[in-house]
């Protein structure tokens, strides 16, 4: 896995970084907690240049999460809780996903907006809320770019600081990355069997 992603990241570049990172919100087959510090490591090599993925990845992940927020700002409360009860099984979102998420907006505001780009479980959904109580467009992509670029700057400075140790890293973490991607299938495969046997909630 680790030998895939820098393989990709290094034949597409900041394209590359931009996709993975735009899939990662939309449907995460990979999450960002490999994708940024291994386009960190190609930034250590001389490869891409720190700035720019920064800024790649940043867009990408914000065109993602504004889909969820454009989505669920244009369609309304209603008809999101059904969309999801019925088929956010295929993206492993769930009406939970949704309510914690929706809570966490309750209780933070627009700071929600954020803190939530940097908790995993709560980055990609936080942006439903946010279009469901009508959040301004602005605040919503000052406050998610804020936090998409805290985050995206902490994983991508461990990739850049950790270059030195290139091929020890590179030792530990091939084997641990596929780990975390088989994990992440066997989870995807479970919600999805489990969403088919269960009847979805009154939204």
């Known amino acids: 896995m ?17 996709f993975l990172m735009f899939a990662e919100n939309v449907f995460p087959p990979i999450p960002s907690e490999l994708i940024m510090p291994l ?24 065109l993602g999460t504004g889909l969820w927020y454009l989505g669920a700002r244009k369609i309304g409360r209603r008809r999101v809780r059904e969309f999801i009860a019925r088929h956010g099984r295929w993206l492993t979102i769930t009406l939970e996903d949704l309510d914690r998420a929706s809570d966490w907006f309750e209780r933070h505001g627009r700071g929600a907006v954020l803190i939530g780009r940097m ?16 959040m301004a467009v602005t605040p919503f992509l000052v406050y998610s770019l804020i936090g998409t670029l805290i985050w995206n700057l902490l994983l991508t400075g461990l990739g850049y600081a950790l270059g030195s140790q290139y091929d020890l890293v590179q030792t530990y973490l091939n084997p641990v990355s596929n780990i975390i991607f088989a994990a992440i299938a066997l989870l995807y495969v479970y919600r999805l069997v489990r969403g088919k046997g269960k009847t979805p909630r009154e939204p």
Request: hydrophobic residues 50%; glycine residues 20%.
């Open 2 to 18: 680790f030998d895939w992603i820098t393989g990709l990241l290094d034949q597409f570049g900041y394209f590359g970084v931009g």
């Open 39 to 62: 386009a960190g490591f190609l930034t250590y090599e001389g490869n891409l240049n720190f700035f720019a993925v920064l800024v790649a990845g940043s867009i990408g992940s914000l």
């Open 119 to 134: 908790v995993p479980g709560i980055r990609t959904v936080i942006s439903v809320p946010a279009g469901l109580t009508g």
